[in-house]
């Protein structure tokens, strides 16, 4: 397993990632949640060689980044040159950026304010807009059960957000979307840990689920799409929340190729590794030349 190291930008801002191979082709993984850790995504490290590094790191206010105490700080804006001053710190050329689920949202960032920097840009699980998480949302709702649907009503009006009924019912709800094919936690899932400082202050202030009023509210990278000029790569789960966003992006960027897996949901690198990291390392192939 690679081991943990830190890297410090200007400002006095370190970042804890692990990396694998040697390059001079970099694959840098943003993780997504907003605030989960990189550990399930280490499955991308088996793609590393000696011409192809693969670094994963956690963003500011994950594990032991630093991170902002305000939170209006913790924006997408931020996190994509966040993005950059570890790809200059890091000293990396040839830059293959791939965002998974709310890292795309970075991804997508990234490749508006840095296209330049950018060798070629892989889209996860993924959306472009505040807007497609709220419709995924309600989606996802209307999907459940009346009796889910009646309790969730309950729940939400008393503001019971950090009860553990919520909690459950929200995962009962969600799961058909988000972990649809895993029957048990596989170990990289069980080691990744979340901040709520960070999901909360992006994506949901009082805890509401089904509600995005942070910092992301009104974020909107679809008008991104058409000025993106890099190979890109869509990839997502039959069964994914962001099916149609995701359809979408890969429809509007046009150097962009969509890859379905069907067997997946939200989290197709743990329910279809193989076929996860086949697409990924046959795209990478295509761009470097092998």
């Not at 370190?14 to 970099?26: D, I, L, R």
């Not at 991308?44 to 980044?65: D, E, I, M, T, Y």
């Amino acid at each position: 397993m690679a081991s943990v190291r830190t890297v410090t930008v200007p400002g006095g801002r370190s970042f804890e990632y692990v990396a694998q191979g040697k390059g001079p082709a970099t694959l840098l993984v943003h993780p997504g949640g907003p605030g989960l850790t990189y550990h399930y995504l280490r499955g991308l490290l088996k793609l590393a060689h000696a011409n192809l590094q693969v670094v994963l790191f956690n963003p500011r206010g994950v594990g032991r980044s630093w991170g902002p105490k305000n939170a209006s700080e913790y924006t997408i804006s931020n996190m994509a040159e966040d993005v950059e001053a570890i790809r200059r710190a890091l000293k990396i050329r040839e830059l293959h950026l791939l965002g998974y689920s709310a890292g795309g949202f970075v991804a997508l960032e990234y490749a508006h304010r840095h296209e330049a920097r950018l060798t070629s840009l892989l889209l996860c699980a993924t959306a472009g807009s505040a807007e497609e998480v709220r419709v995924a949302n309600r989606m996802m709702v209307s999907a459940a059960s009346p009796r889910q649907r009646a309790r969730l009503r309950e729940l939400t009006r008393a503001k019971a957000f950090d009860t553990p009924e919520y909690q459950k019912l929200t995962a009962e709800i969600t799961r058909p979307f988000s972990t649809r094919f895993l029957n048990e936690t596989p170990r990289d899932w069980s080691a990744t840990k979340s901040s709520p400082k960070v999901y909360h202050a992006m994506m949901t202030r009082t805890g509401d689920e089904f509600t995005v009023d942070g910092t992301i509210a009104a974020w909107d990278g679809r008008k991104y799409y058409s000025k993106i000029e890099v190979p890109s790569a869509v990839v997502v789960g039959k069964y994914d929340f962001f099916l149609e966003p995701s359809m979408e992006m890969a429809e509007r960027i046009e150097p962009a190729h969509l890859r379905v897996l069907p067997h997946s949901s939200h989290m197709e690198i743990l329910e279809q590794p193989r076929e996860f990291l086949g697409t990924v390392r046959e795209f990478l192939q295509d761009v470097t030349g092998g």
